[in-house]
């Protein structure tokens, strides 16, 4: 089963290239609808915020009841140590989560399915994908965007960008790249163009059924991102300022 990790900045367009993903009958596993899931009251995230935060973070400022996001949102995005401690708090929940529904795919004999990570390069998931896809548009399209989409003004769509590392630099670690920076028609095609390349031969998905096989796809895939280097210790590299934000870098295929 080929697992490929699809990524972006707040904004960029993910959501979007992710339902013409699905309109192809790719399975495709939301770590947004995750991060819902995981918070739910009863949940033991649910139980850890509660702890951390007291009732300031549900709504009617209550526990017991579902969570005020707004609030949250409003905490998180501009506060970075309150940040890292809710992250702390979602992101095993939604690993584990996440785990469960790849076992299931792979014991269905699923031959692809698509991880919509928003912090994949962040995290540590980048390491159990096979290809990574990066939805790119400049940071003032993406402060539009989340202007119209939100309602929020320009300094809150700001905090959101800056609490997310700067997407030019996750563009580096992409296998490919769709530039989302001109209409939704374009934006389509791109989606559908980057499915074909990645679209998995049906002989490596039976293979990939044999024990040898899925030891050697495994450690391939491993191996692979390894000599592509952790995304997490490079601050930037030498190729950032050469690229232009507000026009795409030449089409990316590696
Ligand atoms: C703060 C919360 C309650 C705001 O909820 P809201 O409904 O307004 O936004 P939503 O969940 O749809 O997220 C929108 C986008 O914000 C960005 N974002 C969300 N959480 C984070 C974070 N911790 N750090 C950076 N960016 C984030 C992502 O690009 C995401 O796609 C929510 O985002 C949340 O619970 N975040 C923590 C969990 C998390 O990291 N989720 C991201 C994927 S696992
Ligand atoms: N090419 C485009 N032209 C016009 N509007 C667009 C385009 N791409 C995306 N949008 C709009 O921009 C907004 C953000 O897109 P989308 O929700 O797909 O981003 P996202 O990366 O999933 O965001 P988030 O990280 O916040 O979940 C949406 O309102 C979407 O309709």
């Known amino acids: 089963m ?18 013409t993903i699905l309109s192809l009958n790719v399975p495709v596993i ?3 609808v995750l991060a819902r899931l995981v918070v739910e009251p009863g949940h033991s995230a649910y139980k850890k915020l509660a702890a951390h935060f007291g009732n300031e973070i549900f709504q009617n400022q209550e526990i017991g009841q579902p969570l005020d996001r707004a609030k949250l949102g ?22 584990d989560e996440i785990l469960k529904r790849l076992l299931k795919y792979w ?9 919509d990570v928003p912090l994949l390069l962040e995290g540590e998931l980048w390491r159990i994908v096979s290809e990574v896809i990066v939805v790119y548009c400049p940071p003032e399209v993406q402060l539009a965007r989340i202007q119209s989409r939100d309602g929020l003004t320009a300094q809150e769509a700001q905090a959101r960008i800056d609490s997310q590392r700067p997407l030019i630099e ?27 390349d990645i679209k998995p031969n049906p ?18 895939v491993i191996v692979k991102r390894h000599l592509k ?18 026009a795409p870098p030449k089409q990316k295929k590696v």
Do not use: E
């Open 2 to 19: 080929r697992v490929v990790g699809l990524t972006g900045g707040i904004a960029s367009g993910k959501s979007t290239v992710v339902s």
């Open 229 to 246: 280097g952790d995304p997490r210790k490079t601050v930037t590299n030498g190729n950032r300022s050469s690229v232009s934000t507000s």
């Open 203 to 220: 002989i490596w998905t039976v293979l990939g059924y044999f024990p040898p096989f899925t030891l050697l796809m495994a450690t391939w």
């Open 30 to 32: 939301d770590c947004d």
């Open 107 to 115: 014991i269905k004999g699923t031959s692809l399915v698509v991880i």
């Open 170 to 196: 996750k563009v580096d670690y992409a296998d490919h790249v769709i530039y989302n920076i001109s209409d939704l028609d374009t934006l389509k095609n791109s989606t559908l163009q980057v499915m074909k």
């Open 74 to 95: 409003s905490i998180i995005f501009t506060d970075a140590s309150q940040r890292r401690v809710v992250n702390s708090i979602i992101h095993p929940a939604v690993r």
